[in-house]
């Protein structure tokens, strides 16, 4: 699901429940109308943790099993944008991205009575009528695209829907969040872009450096998207986009999802209070129809803390080794929210908005018809 499977095959994904933390746990949902909702993960996955084999998952490790798409379907996931390809290592960018398609499409054909590969917008409603689940394909990193902005056309025929141009370092086409140069958006850049545009495929700007994302979202002739961060103007982190970023975006009739990762907050753990800040601070700035999530994380909860906080401790080592990580990672800090997480965490996020005086109508918006918008807008 996440960047970050290279390492902490995916820590970024896990759950737990909050009595772990000695924390208490919100009420359950009270909002039956809830679960009929149309939920979009725009960066997001449905990977069990807890699988015996996990230990040894390589990044070419699907990690789904029956208790992944239970808890999918419980959490009344209508789809969601999984990471795959490549994303940082010593791979060939290329071929690891082809392969990884390869390997999705056949799972998800081994097992199309739960899921679906989502081709246009519609097939996200297909899914949620059917009570399956959709699978978006997307890049974390255009890298694969070498020096030639054809490869768009490739990927686009293989079903990848989304496109982040840079992870957090700088590639061939601009500058992600933490490299200092905050390069804009190259020519090659430029190039990639239109081809995206041209190949109905999204553009994203998570992780991206200011510079870029501001280029990126005026070259672009479609909407694009951030599809998981945060809000700079509540957490001065690089991981997080500025006021100036989100309002363009919109303007453009783009998307942005908030994460419920440890970017929310800044030197402690980031609650689900956090989240709601910033998911009120982006309606705000970008108005309600443009906001939404991109939890960068799984549905599943996990089941042993001990094991995962040392695999935290392991991951945030080498991903300051490899220089790949980004202000905000701790290995004291869960890539998750204490308080909202597990199959239940949409419900619970709907009811927490509804108690903050949201309109049912502007949380279905935020819950995925927002994304879903801008989907069909980009893909028809």
Known sequence: MTARRGFLLQAATLGLGATGLGLPALAQSGDTRSRHRLIIDALGGIDNPNR?????????????????????????????????????????????????????????????????????????????????????????????????????????????????????????????????????????????????????????????????????????SAPIAITHTGCRALVDLPRNKSDRELRLVAEKGGFVGIYFMPFLASGRQPMAADLVAHIEHAVNVCGEDHVGLGTDGSVCAVDNMPDYMRALEKDVKERRAAGISAPGERADIVTFLPDLQGPDKFHKLADLLAKRGHSASRIDKILGLNFLRCAGNVWG
Not at 123 to 144: K, P, S, Y
Not at 148 to 158: I, K, P, Q, Y
Request: proline letters at 4%.
């Open 52 to 220: 015996p084999d996990a230990e040894n998952d390589t990044p070419d490790t699907i990690g789904i099993d029956a208790r992944s798409l239970a808890d999918a379907k419980s959490a009344g996931l209508s789809a969601f944008n999984m990471t795959i390809g490549y994303v940082f290592g010593k791979d060939d960018p290329y071929e690891r991205s082809v392969r990884e398609v390869a390997a999705w499409d056949a799972f998800i054909r081994r097992h199309d009575r739960a899921l679906l590969k989502v081709q246009q917008a519609a097939d996200i409603r297909r899914a949620h009528e059917q009570g399956r689940t959709g699978v978006i394909l997307g890049f974390q990193n255009a890298a694969m695209m070498g020096s030639d902005a054809r490869r768009v056309e490739t990927f686009a025929n293989l079903g990848v829907k989304v496109i982040q141009l840079t992870y957090n370092g700088p590639n061939q086409l601009g500058d992600g969040a933490t490299a200092p140069a905050n390069r804009g958006l190259t020519p090659f850049g430029r190039e990639v872009v239109q081809a995206l545009n041209r190949n109905r495929v999204m553009v994203d700007l998570s992780h991206s450096g200011e510079q870029i994302c501001l280029d990126a979202a005026t070259a672009s």
